[in-house]
């Protein structure tokens, strides 16, 4: 089934800036790949919005929020979670932001303390090895004599 321009829903320029943005841009890409690519955003855009759909159909429309809870609750769409978040509002946002500077604040003071251990640490081991070292040498001074 050959399909005509017409039929595309998404602008193949567009994908094809998108595919030259995301690789090397000297790269040729032919017309058939950026076509594939192409119909496969369809199809997963498709995919996303009937599974949505199918989630809220006791809804007329979809919305963000809805299409936001779909990806959230779905795991195998785990990669989008990022991407299309859950809206929070500016006063959610602040305390996560809060939450956030407090505990770098006492990582960053757990870092330290461990990071005194380490050296204390450290210079135990190096003044065991030196006294190793010295018991070497007299027991090779000792064996010479």
Known sequence: MVE????RLLPTNKVRTIMKSCGDPSAFLSKESVLVVTKAAELFISYLTQ????KCAHKKD???NDLSSFVQEEEKLEFLHQIVPKKITVKEF???LERG???ESSDSEEEAS???EH?????DEEEDMDEADESESDNEA????
């Open 94 to 96: 602040r305390e996560i």
């Open 101 to 103: 500077s407090e505990s």
């Open 51 to 54: 599974q949505t759909h199918k």
């Open 119 to 123: 050296s204390d640490e450290e210079v």
């Open 4 to 7: 005509k321009p017409d039929e």
């Open 114 to 116: 461990s990071d005194e």
């Open 142 to 145: 000792v064996e010479e004599d």
């Open 62 to 64: 979809l919305n963000y």
